[in-house]
């Protein structure tokens, strides 16, 4: 089990490749300086012995190839691989090792000459930064006893004993208040190291976490400079910058395009005045070729410079993205509130029909009176026609769509709807259904009643805006690839006005003085819900007004049996 007090368990491997690399330089620097030492020695006339300078030169030539050789020296790997938790033995051997060795044979060889006891502080201080606290005081006690093995010699010897007993006594005692600093030392820097890298690790899942964030947003962000560098933008702000081409995400500049000098515009005046609207501006792009794009932009700045520069951080939305959510968030509102007053409506208007009723038994010799109630009795009906539109696309269970072969149910329902609307038949029909053979055996997936409900608005709205005639109505079924079969209404009359065409599925919106406004938006509503879609076109050559429905397409499902009464 590693000891939980060794540094090197903690310490990233850099950290001890430069601890390491500045011990092995320094023994070397000190390798030159005991060599230096020993020739200076020999010119000021002091005699060491031969084997002081043959030691001491061995000590300089390995320290020095040491310190040039690390790869072969540092135990045949550099760095040392990141699962060793203590030096090699190898690098012991070489480093503390040879240190303790060869300084006790300097110390014991010339007990008369030169003090070599300040050389064991190096091989104290590798062991305490680079060694476990038990392994360090071993080392320390080790060269402790040594200086006083030498001195208890020089006692021996008669070499002034008492004085150098003292001495290495004192150096012992620093020896160990030096290695166990220096372990202290390692041991927090350790720990330092420990939470900045935990710390950077976690700025680094931070980053990583707010780039994913960021680089999903529907809203387009950017990062920009007072000089109109875009420093950085998420894809969605790209997109919105784009028309007909994709930006690279590196920096651009916003002077580069004419279509965005609005925003540099703004960028610059924001950045003047340090003010913007926490609603935000409305900055229209002109893309040229009639392309324009109106966008909505926030701003919010950098508390402190980075890098030295002030920097904008811009929020970007499409305004019809926006107009489009709120138009969706308010007909979701208005929808619970008018099916909670629809429900509340029914009750009343079932008393109403059931009074009325009664009235129109006793007033049956009555013609005046006959006739009010007949007002009452139709206004009532248009009440509860209108309650049973707003009831059908309240919110409530989600639907379960059914498969159908929707051939069969157009001529049904387009039978019915004429029958009902007693149009002729034939050729002075004005109704024609265009089906292929090919397209009788289509499959959708939706339901039957729902089907219904679409088909007849939709005939409903283009019999009363067709011009009278034969041929005026068609319905036409065809499928479009293989997840889709497309139902179109189309109607011969005039175009429609395009401050109209933007209303047409809106609730509550209609031209008609009588019209509830919410035939069209049930359409659309009861198409969404089974993953349809339904839209609007003009076909100007031939003066045709298209409502086209897509519907979602079944590949192979089994048909649902649909019992009509008559």
Not at 131 to 138: G, H, I, K, V
Not at 212 to 229: F, K, P, Q, S, T
Not at 484 to 496: K, M
Request: charged share 20%; proline share 6%.
């Amino acid at each position: 089990m590693p000891d939980s007090s060794h540094p090197r368990s903690a310490l990233g491997v850099s950290t001890v490749q430069r601890l390491y690399r500045a011990f092995m330089s320094a023994r070397a620097a000190l390798g030159l300086a005991l060599l230096v030492t020993q020739s200076l020695a020999s010119l000021m006339g002091a005699r060491p012995s031969s084997w002081a300078a043959w030691l001491s030169l061995l000590y300089g030539v390995q320290a020095v190839l040491a310190w040039m050789l690390p790869r072969w020296f540092g135990g045949g790997a550099w760095p040392p691989p990141k699962d060793r938790l203590n030096l090699s033995v190898r690098q012991i051997l070489i480093s503390i090792g040879v240190d303790l060795v060869l300084f006790s044979l300097l110390q014991l060889l010339d007990p008369g000459g030169l003090s070599y006891s300040a050389l064991f502080f190096m091989p104290a201080l590798m062991a305490g930064a680079l060694l476990p606290r038990l392994r360090a005081l071993a080392s320390a006690a080790l060269c402790s006893l040594v200086l006083l093995g030498v001195a208890m010699w020089s006692v021996m010897l008669g070499l002034e004993g008492g004085l150098r007993i003292s001495q290495a006594g004192l150096v012992g005692v620093g020896l160990f208040v030096v290695t166990l600093l220096a372990n202290e030392l390692s041991s927090r820097l350790a720990r330092e190291e420990r939470a900045a890298r935990g710390s950077l690790e976690y700025a680094r899942q931070q980053t990583d976490l707010n780039r994913l964030v960021i680089e999903e947003m529907d809203e387009g962000v950017m990062v920009a400079d007072r000089r109109g560098l875009v420093r950085t933008a998420n894809p969605a702000a790209r997109g919105l910058l784009a028309e007909g081409a994709t930006l690279r995400p590196g920096p651009f500049r916003l002077d580069t395009t004419p279509a965005w000098a609005p925003l540099l515009r703004a960028l610059e005046q924001a950045f003047a005045e340090q003010h913007w609207p926490d609603a935000g501006r409305d900055l229209l792009l002109d893309f040229g070729r009639g392309s324009q794009r109106s966008l909505r932009v926030r701003m919010r700045f950098t508390m402190r410079p980075l890098d030295g520069d002030d920097l904008c951080v811009l929020f970007m939305e499409d305004n019809r993205h926006l107009e489009a959510r709120n138009r969706q968030e308010k007909l979701a509102a208005m929808g619970r509130v008018s099916a909670g007053i629809a429900h509340e409506i029914r009750n009343p208007l079932t008393a109403i029909s059931q009074a009325n009723a009664l009235l129109a038994e006793d007033c049956a010799d009555q013609p005046r009176l006959e006739q009010l109630t007949r007002m009452v009795a139709s206004n009532v009906e248009r009440l509860k026609r209108i309650v049973d539109d707003v009831m059908e696309v309240a919110p409530g269970i989600a639907p379960v769509p059914l498969a159908l072969a929707v051939a069969p149910l157009v001529r049904e329902y387009c039978a019915d709807w004429a029958s009902t609307q007693r149009l002729p038949v034939g050729d002075a029909s004005p109704l024609r259904i265009e089906i292929d053979r090919d397209h009788d055996q289509a499959v959708i997936g939706f339901d039957p009643e729902h089907l219904r409900r679409v088909l007849i608005n939709l005939l409903d709205n283009g019999l009363r805006h067709s011009k009278p005639g034969p041929g005026s109505l068609r319905v036409q079924l065809v499928e479009r690839g293989t997840d889709w079969v497309r139902l179109s209404v189309l109607s011969h009359g005039d175009p429609i006005p395009a401050e109209v065409e933007r209303h047409l599925f809106e609730p509550f919106f209609s031209t008609r003085s009588r019209g509830t406004g919410l035939g069209l938006y049930i359409c659309r509503e009861l198409c969404e819900r089974y993953g349809g879609r339904i839209d609007y076109r003009r076909h100007d050559p031939d003066a045709l007004n298209e409502f086209r429905l897509l519907l979602p397409r079944l590949a192979s499902s089994p048909v649902h049996e649909v019992a009509h009464e008559r």
